[in-house]
């Protein structure tokens, strides 16, 4: 099973930057999408960004224009550059595959946490 960890999270002022990296173990790692989804306080996840095994991009409304998702296939690390932040991007962040494919998640990662002031 793989095992997804989180990082990069923090505290930054609103039109702030942050990078968050997410390391994957295991081997096969180049051939699934992955995604990035959030976590607000009372709110459901919501998946935010995907890069499919040949890079393609697409990303939720919210965050076009403002967010990046890349991936590093020889690190088995999956990127979210966050620019531009605002209060409402406040959450926990997460990868996995996307919901959106037909695998079926991975056990979560603790997640990291970012924390956008006003």
């Known amino acids: 099973q793989v095992q997804l960890v989180e990082s990069g999270g923090g505290l930054v002022q609103a039109g702030g930057s942050l990078r968050l990296s997410c390391a994957a173990s295991g081997s096969a790692f180049s051939i699934y999408a992955m995604g990035w989804y959030r976590q607000a306080p009372g709110k459901q996840r919501e998946l935010v960004a995907v890069?499919?095994?040949?890079?393609?991009?697409n990303y939720a409304d919210s965050v076009k224009g403002r967010f990046t998702i890349s991936r590093d296939n020889a690190k088995n690390t999956v990127y979210l550059q966050m620019n531009s932040l605002k209060p409402e991007d406040t959450a926990v962040y997460y990868c996995?595959?996307?919901?959106?494919?037909?695998?079926?998640?991975?056990?979560w990662g603790q997640g990291t946490q970012v924390t956008v002031s006003s």
């Open positions: 996995n595959v996307p919901s959106t494919s037909r695998v079926p998640p991975w056990n």
């Open positions: 890069i499919t095994s040949g890079g393609s991009t």
